[in-house]
């Protein structure tokens, strides 16, 4: 684990620990608005847990161990991710928040939209900017697909549909994910849903204006 | 494996092709293990004594090993392969066999709603790998799917899983009506997923939560063992 006391720019008192999977986006929200880009730090945890959640909870633990006393305050840019309340009681020890609901998909499309795709079709796959322009390290790679090409019946044979949840507008991704659905045999649909909850990350931060963070 | 590698199963000695077999399974090597059951059997090994000394005991190390974090779900699918193997040999043997050394029937199913089973494949296969023989039910099983088969198969566990905060709570459902029908004090009830945790278990009264694949099977072992039976149906 690689700690950031040596790199920690003193100005920034917030850290926002994330998935890496989600850190185009932070950086992204981050970027549009320079007040916030001055008051945090940001740090991702690897987006191939994605496949293995076990590693999430035990992973920000041992980074905020290390980490969380250079800090203020801890945000997390996590939802639950598969670790059944596992990150919850990490993040109650640090007095830390993550974002509400069970996985990225759910505060990507918002918890309506996403139990409405939900109902339309149980067997929903997702994906995310993220996801499609990793789809073969995390996917295919991730889910030993690459060498074990027989599991494929294993993880997807309840599946029959692909949902994209876009962050943004991108037709390469858009094109790619279609081929992605294609090659899976799955229908397609795709959901331009912008960052959707990530926002409530900086929702805290945002609230503090600059001025009273520097008379503190 | 190159040329020079490759041997013969049939010059192991039994000793040998045990641990070969074990060292198969956790290869995810469905063809060697299949192979290696065959020989055992061809030696005139009880199929009972090939399943605790070869395939249990081999699933017993993929199972610390997952539970440890040196083996993935990818590599733990490929070995349950290679356990189906050994066991499509074996099932027709041990199902004529007079010794029961079965753990007893484990019957396990998502609940409607929920199509997703990576995770109770992996329990279903880490059971049957701990000795139970495993009824499973698939995705999506209303209550009516889980009292058919506790009537049918008299489990003496039943298992749930969920992957959805949305699908979680019918395990509720399923857990009242078998109160109702007085079919608790005979089938112990066990629950996971991803979403789920100790104090879920303990709102909808399921007494044994199992965070992942690996303890569940233990759990379940436990379980059975905490009845005094060492092998056998309810």
Request: net charge negative; charged share 25%.
């Amino acid at each position: 684990m690689v700690t950031d006391k040596k790199h920690i720019d003193p100005p920034k008192k917030r850290l926002i620990l994330g998935c890496g999977a989600l850190v185009y986006d932070l950086l992204r929200l981050i970027k549009q608005n320079p007040a916030l880009s001055d008051k945090v730090n940001l740090q991702c945890l690897p987006a191939s847990w994605h496949n293995t959640p076990q590693l999430i909870a035990p992973g920000v633990e041992e980074y905020l161990a290390e980490n969380s006393h250079l800090y203020k305050d801890v945000y997390i840019a996590y939802a639950d991710c598969g670790t059944g309340g596992a990150l919850d009681r990490v993040l109650k020890k640090y007095n830390a928040k993550r974002i509400s609901g069970a996985h990225c998909y759910e505060f990507f499309a918002g918890s309506d939209v996403f139990e409405q795709l939900s109902e339309q079709e149980l067997g929903t796959f997702y994906l995310t900017d993220y996801l499609v322009k990793n789809f073969h390290r995390i996917m295919i790679k991730g889910l030993g697909l690459d060498k074990h090409p027989d599991l494929f019946d294993i993880y997807f044979e309840n599946y029959t549909k692909l949902v994209y949840l876009a962050q943004t507008e991108n037709e390469q991704l858009q094109k790619d994910a279609v081929q992605y659905a294609k090659d899976f045999g799955f229908e397609y649909e795709y959901r331009l849903v912008g960052t959707g909850g990530l926002d409530s990350v900086f929702e805290e931060i945002d609230l503090v204006p600059l001025a009273t963070e520097e008379e503190k | 494996m190159s040329e020079e590698d490759d041997f013969d199963l049939n010059d192991l000695d039994d000793k040998e092709l045990v641990e070969q077999i074990q060292d198969d399974l956790y290869d995810g090597l469905d063809e060697e293990v299949t192979e290696g059951t065959e020989i055992l059997l061809s030696r005139g090994w009880d199929a009972n004594d090939v399943l605790g000394d070869a395939l249990v005991a081999g699933m017993k190390i993929v199972g610390i090993d997952f539970r440890d974090g040196i083996l993935f779900v990818p590599e733990v699918l490929k070995c349950a392969g290679a356990m189906k193997g050994g066991m499509k040999v074996l099932r027709p043997i041990l199902a004529q066999s007079s010794e029961d050394t079965s753990l007893g029937k484990f019957v396990i199913g998502t609940v409607k709603g929920d199509i997703h089973d990576i995770g109770q494949k992996l329990v279903s296969m880490m059971c049957e790998g701990a000795g139970f023989e495993v009824i499973n039910l698939g995705i999506n099983n209303p209550v009516e799917n889980y009292l058919e088969a506790i009537d049918e198969h008299e489990p003496v566990i039943l298992g749930m899983s969920a992957l959805l905060t949305t699908t979680m709570p019918y395990m509720g459902v399923v857990v009242e009506e078998m109160e109702k029908r007085g079919l608790r004090k005979d089938v112990h009830i066990m629950c996971g997923g991803a979403p789920l945790n100790q104090e879920f278990a303990d709102s909808i009264g399921v007494p044994a939560y199992g965070r992942d694949a690996a303890r569940s099977a233990e759990m379940a072992e436990e379980y059975v063992r905490s009845l005094g039976k060492q092998r056998g149906h309810r």
